[in-house]
């Protein structure tokens, strides 16, 4: 029931783009992104709450396609400070509450 | 912006003891919160949700008699785990939905520092 994301582990050099998948075999409520320092808690970077829905921040923006169950994280023009583990989060509503469930993270390094 | 709060940060700890670890929300009140267990380059797994006033609800494979969760007020719940065992160790986390209008979804969560568990 995790939801599962492309790809696992990415290099990058400073400046590139990349992009990262979440998708779920379940209905989506939301989904949220979060990244993840190491020995550290996770940082919040948006939601996304109706399916065709787009947000950005910065030069991280994400889409949300509710019918396929996906959605998608987009770096652009990646710094440093970008690397990290990502994480998608979706909502699903569970024992009549909803409850965030982690996908299975993508580990970001980028290179000078 | 909302701050939850976790104590302690690290904490090692004998065999068989039990360990309390604490999760506050500090500016706003959180009717529910959530713990999470993270093992070295997985993900975060949700082990239960925490409500105030109310029995914790824990997720399947989650032993509930071993991983006690109280949420006793608005600002404070708490994960003891009793009988540590070194595959206890882990990084605990927790989170809290902020003060956001629900809407029928799920609002932003904002996490604690996590607690670094290590059993010997």
């Known amino acids: 029931q995790q939801p599962v994301q492309s790809p696992q582990a990415v290099i990058l050099r400073e400046g590139e783009d990349a992009v990262i998948n979440c998708s779920s075999s379940k209905a989506l409520y939301s989904v949220h992104w979060y990244r993840q320092k190491h020995g550290e808690a996770p940082v919040f970077l948006m939601i996304l709450l109706k399916g065709g829905e787009q947000k950005g921040h910065e030069k991280i923006s994400a889409s949300f396609n509710e019918k396929k169950q996906q959605s998608s994280l987009y770096l652009t023009a990646s710094q440093l400070s970008y690397s990290g583990t990502y994480f998608c989060g979706t909502a699903r509503l569970m024992d009549s509450s909803y409850k965030l469930i982690f996908g299975s993270g993508t580990r970001l390094l980028v290179r000078p | 912006g909302a701050v939850v709060s976790q104590h302690p940060s690290w904490v090692i700890c004998k065999s068989g003891t039990s360990v309390k670890i604490e999760c506050r929300s500090l500016d706003f009140q959180a009717t529910t919160m959530f713990w999470y267990r993270q093992f070295p380059k997985q993900s975060l797994m949700l082990m239960a949700t925490?409500?105030?006033?109310?029995?914790?609800?824990?997720e399947q494979g989650v032993e509930k008699d071993k991983f006690l969760i109280n949420h006793a007020s608005l600002t404070l719940s708490t994960l003891t785990v009793t009988s540590a065992h070194p595959e206890d160790s882990s990084f605990y986390i927790c989170?809290?939905?902020?003060?956001?209008?629900?809407?029928?979804?799920?609002?932003?969560?904002?996490f604690g520092e996590g607690s670094r568990l290590t059993v010997l």
């Open positions: 925490s409500n105030e006033g109310s029995k914790a609800t824990y």
């Open positions: 989170s809290a939905e902020g003060p956001l209008p629900r809407q029928g979804n799920t609002g932003e969560l904002f």
